[in-house]
C-alpha cells in the first residue's frame, strides 16, 4: 500500500489505473480510524479493482470553536488498518496541498444542508461538499463510500453529485456501534469513563424510539418528546437536536408516511456526538 501525498500523483496514479480499464473506489476520511471506517475500507476494496482511503482533516468544515485543533490523528495506526483491509493507497495531502494560497471556490448547497447539524454548525456543508468535490475530482473514483452515521452528510452527497450530474455512485453504509451500542466515532476518544456511560443513552433512546415507532401509533412529537425526556435526566448530557426528518432531503416532516431520519445530535461534556435510527415506513 502506497502513501500520496500531492494532488498530482494522486491524479496520475487514478488516470494510470483508468487508463488500464481498472474501477476505482474512494473512503474519505479524517482518519483516527476505528472498525466503522474499515466497513467502508473493505466495502470499497471488495467493489473495485482500486480502493484509496483519503486521510484529511478538512479545516474549513470546523467552525471556530469546534475541535479541528484536537482532532485525534494517528497515521501509522490508520496505514496498518488501511494496509489490512486491503487499501492500495491512502491520500493523505497537506493543508497547503488542498488549499493553497489564492484558493476560494467553494462548493454550496440549499435545502437539504438545511436542518439538523447544517443549522447548528454554520458553513460546515459548505466545506464538506467542498472538499469532497475536490477528493472526487482528484482521485476520480467510480463508487465512493460514506456512513449513515452522518446521514445528514450521506444525503448531501447523494444530492450533489446528482445536481452536479457527476459520474460516481455513492454507497451508503451501516452505522458500525459499539458491543453495547454506542456508535464508533473518533471523537469517543475524548469521553471520560463516565461521558460514555452517559453517551449510552444517546443509543438506547433511539434504540426505544425505533420500539415506540414498530409499535406503531405513535406521532413524531410523542417519539420526540421521549428521547428529549430520556436525555434530559442526565446531568453530562446537553441536547443540541432532536429530529425527525424525510430520509432523503432533511427536511421537516409532520407525520411518519414516509421513511424517515430520527435524528439525535448531543454534548456529553464538551463532546459534541451524533446519531440517528431510520424509521423505515
Ligand atoms: P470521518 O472520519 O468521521 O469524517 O468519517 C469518515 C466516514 O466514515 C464518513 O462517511 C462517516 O459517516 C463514516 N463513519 C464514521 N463513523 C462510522 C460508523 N460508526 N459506522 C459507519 N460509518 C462511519
Redesign the pocket.
Known sequence: MEIIRTVSEMKAKAAAWKAEGLSIGL??????L?E??R??VKRAVSDNDRAVVSIFVNPIQFGVNEDFDRYPRDLKKDADMCAEAGADVIFNPSEQEMYPAGFCSYTDMALVTEGLCGARRPGHFRGVCTVVMKLLNIAAPDRA??????AQ??AVIKRMTRDFNMDVEITG?????EADGL????RNTYLSGDERAAALYINKALSEALRIFRDGDADIQQIKRHIETTLSGLPSVKIDYVEIVDAETMQAIQTLDRSALCAVAAYVGKTRLIDNVVLEV
Open positions: 473512503v474519505p476520511t479524517m482518519g483516527f476505528h466503522g471506517h466497513s467502508l463510500y460514506f456512513g449513515q452515521k452522518d452528510q450521506l453504509m451501516p452505522i458500525v456501534r456508535a464508533m466515532s473518533s
